[in-house]
């Protein structure tokens, strides 16, 4: 099992910007394919982004033009640049990944609102 921890959510303002950083323990990180989900307050977990291990990457519709995945494989990190920020996009948004795509971190809140 892989330890996946989230960081850098918080307050911004509609069209502000904010980047996710998502840490994950063991090894073969560079491997596995890495993702964003987010839940808003009474929906469904929603899928946001995925990086492959050959670096491809997947968007939702919802965050396409807007969003960007990246990773760092020396730091075992995945990033989830977020700009042109909507009220819209206020949620928790979680990190998954692990050897079957099956760990889950904890969360880390995100609230666009002016």
């Known amino acids: 099992q892989v330890q996946l921890v989230e960081s850098g959510g918080g307050l911004v303002q509609p069209g502000g910007s904010l980047r996710l950083s998502c840490l994950a323990s063991?090894?073969?990180?560079?491997?596995?394919?890495m993702g964003w989900y987010r839940q808003a307050p009474g929906k469904t977990r929603e899928f946001v982004a995925v990086i492959r291990s050959g670096g491809s990457t997947g968007y939702g519709d919802s965050v396409k033009g807007r969003f960007t995945i990246s990773r760092d494989n020396a730091k075992n990190t995945v990033y989830l640049q977020m700009n042109s920020l909507k009220p819209e996009d206020t949620a928790v948004y979680y990190c998954?990944?692990?050897?079957?795509?099956?760990?889950w971190g904890q969360g880390t809140q995100v609230t666009v609102s002016s």
């Open positions: 063991g090894s073969h990180f560079s491997i596995n394919a």
């Open positions: 998954r990944g692990g050897p079957m795509y099956a760990d």
